[in-house]
């Protein structure tokens, strides 16, 4: 068996490989039109395949956060190499072992903290490591990995989706929903300020994406929540977020489906909130079809 790292690897040769090794998740091309060309952070001999025999029994993708001219990720970031995306065959022990030594022997050498194994946004594949893989997670106990957090992804079938019009209208006076169209947009800063840089970041994707849209709640006072759809994939709902001082008062539940409807409007299938640790948070939506649980790991080398 050889591993080698593969440069220009084309995106059907991704898409087809990643596919065929994971039993439970499904990439496409505009992940990793997302997750790889976007993303200032990974390069494409960040893409490592072994090879079994002529055969391809395992891809790993993996980034590198660091500091970029008006970009800074959080220092726990900087301190990792993140693995974006991690397909094995269920049967290639050897390839998994190949895999996982190669990038923890590159951690060491970059004087990395360690691996985090998923968990990386805004250019993320998948939320993490599907629950249901019980082979792989077999395989990252055993060699020292360690569950970080928990994660679920609802899928919600857009066919089946329906709240009538006067559901989605604000019911208070003094708040108002826009729709964001530039990066010059005070919404971005106030997303940073109040949640997180990366949201912020996810935020400012939708304005590439034909689908993209993002959506902000005003009042009298400024900005008291926002919600984005179709930012890093197309089906993908959020981020969505509420300032403290508003929560409470359904402002967030009337951002969720004045979104939900606007994909729906546009035609998309379905909506995939991911990334959310509220187990059954979001059941009560109409239309949710699938709950999924996805595993964040990470190793101290």
Not at 27 to 51: G, M, S
Not at 176 to 196: A, G, L, M, Q, Y
Not at 221 to 244: K, L, T
Not at 278 to 300: M, N
Request: charged share 30%; hydrophobic share 40%; glycine share 6%.
């Amino acid at each position: 068996m050889t591993i080698k790292i593969i440069k220009g690897l084309n995106d059907h040769e991704i898409v087809t490989t990643a596919n065929k090794l994971l039993p439970h998740d499904f990439i496409d091309y505009e992940h990793v039109e997302t997750c790889i060309h976007k993303d200032p952070f990974t390069k494409p001999d960040y893409i490592i395949a072994c090879i079994e025999n002529g055969d391809t029994k395992g891809l790993l993708v993996y980034a590198e956060p660091a500091a970029l001219p008006g970009l800074k990720p959080p220092r726990q970031a900087l301190e990792y190499l993140w693995v974006k995306l991690l397909a094995v065959d269920k049967d290639s022990e050897e390839c998994f072992e190949k895999l996982l030594s190669y990038i923890e022997e590159l951690a060491e050498k970059k004087g990395k903290r360690g691996v985090r194994i998923y968990g990386y946004a805004p250019w993320y594949f998948l939320t993490g490591v599907n629950s249901r893989n019980y082979r792989l997670r077999e395989r990252l106990k055993d060699r020292g990995y360690k569950i970080v957090s928990r994660a679920v992804d609802y899928t919600v079938d857009l066919e089946r989706y329906w709240i009538e019009r006067q559901d989605i209208r604000i019911r208070t006076d003094d708040v108002e929903i826009r729709e964001s169209t530039s990066r010059n947009d005070p919404v971005f800063k106030w997303i940073e300020k109040n949640f997180s840089l990366q949201w912020s970041i996810e935020a400012q994707l939708a304005l590439e994406k034909k689908y993209g849209r993002i959506y902000v709640a005003e009042t009298n006072n400024g900005i008291a929540g926002f919600a984005v759809h179709s930012a890093s994939h197309r089906y993908r709902f959020g981020p969505i977020g509420v300032d403290e001082k508003y929560r409470g008062r359904g402002l967030g539940k009337i951002l969720l489906l004045h979104t939900l409807d606007s994909m729906r409007l546009l035609g998309i299938r379905y909506a995939i909130i991911p990334w959310t640790t509220h187990l059954f948070f979001y059941a009560w939506i109409p239309g949710v079809t699938d709950i999924r649980e996805y595993l964040i790991y990470s190793k101290v080398l």
